[in-house]
């Protein structure tokens, strides 16, 4: 079974840019996968910051950027701020019209 | 304005079944996207459970380590996704969320969630 794979945590520091990936035990990420990303916050539903890649959601700020670096989806946080600490989760579509999260980044911004 | 509200029993007991109902207000469930369930258990990540959409031919889709266990079914009429999980266990314990899926694949929009405590 494939396992999409994330950083467990990261860190950044305020004014920093940090790119989070999201890769496969087995293969590579590409756009047909259709990656998106979460952030979320404790005790909230998940908000969506970007999907097919690398268009922005409404209302997410110009900071977050996504993309496919090598073989894995990337999203980059640039000028990180407080309120972007959060966990971030992506998503891959598989064959079969199944959705497969990735385990989550606790990104801290410190 | 959109907008998901789920319901259910908080408490469920082992090897029982689960269910849950997603009232969909402000669209009409039968015109677009594919709905369905995302869970969470305390602490931990997001888990994708499965979805259905009426206007695509009624296909369904489901987590395959879940598949065995799950229903998910839509009620045009009242506009509500409702979710069956049977025999659970204490790892079904979690907050269940109700998503909306679109035609990009993204989860463009979620409930609030609400917490279901398996429990012998």
């Known amino acids: 079974q494939t396992v999409v794979t994330q950083e467990p945590s990261f860190s950044v520091s305020p004014g920093g840019t940090v790119t989070l990936t999201c890769g496969l035990t087995?293969?590579?990420?590409?756009?047909?996968?259709?990656p998106s990303w979460y952030q979320q916050t404790p005790g909230q539903a998940p908000r969506t910051l970007m999907y097919?890649?690398?268009t922005r959601s409404s209302g997410v700020p110009d900071r977050f950027s996504g993309s496919i670096l090598g073989n894995k989806a990337a999203l980059t946080i640039t000028g990180a701020q407080a309120d972007d600490e959060s966990d971030y989760y992506c998503?891959?579509?598989?064959?079969?019209?199944?959705?497969?999260f990735g385990g989550g980044t606790k990104l801290t911004v410190l | 304005q959109v907008q998901l509200q789920e319901s259910g029993p908080g408490l469920v007991k082992v090897s029982e079944t689960l269910s849950l109902t997603c009232a969909v207000s402000?669209?009409?469930?039968?015109?677009?996207?594919?709905w369905g369930w995302i869970r969470q258990p305390p602490g931990k990540g997001l888990e994708w459970i499965g979805v259905?959409?009426?206007?695509?031919?009624?296909?369904?889709y489901y987590n395959p380590s879940l598949k065995s266990r799950v229903t998910i079914s839509i009620d045009r009429s009242q506009d509500q996704v409702s979710l069956k999980l049977n025999s659970v266990t204490a790892a079904d314990t979690a907050v269940y969320y109700c998503?909306?899926?679109?035609?990009?694949?993204?989860?463009?929009?979620w409930g609030q969630g609400t917490l279901v405590t398996v429990s012998s």
């Open positions: 998503a909306r899926r679109d035609i990009a694949k993204r989860f463009d929009l």
């Open positions: 259905q959409s009426l206007y695509y031919s009624g296909n369904t």
């Open positions: 998503v891959l579509y598989m064959r079969g019209g199944i959705s497969v």
């Open positions: 097919s890649t690398n």
């Open positions: 087995s293969g590579s990420v590409s756009t047909s996968y259709y």
């Open positions: 402000g669209y009409s469930i039968s015109s677009g996207y594919y």
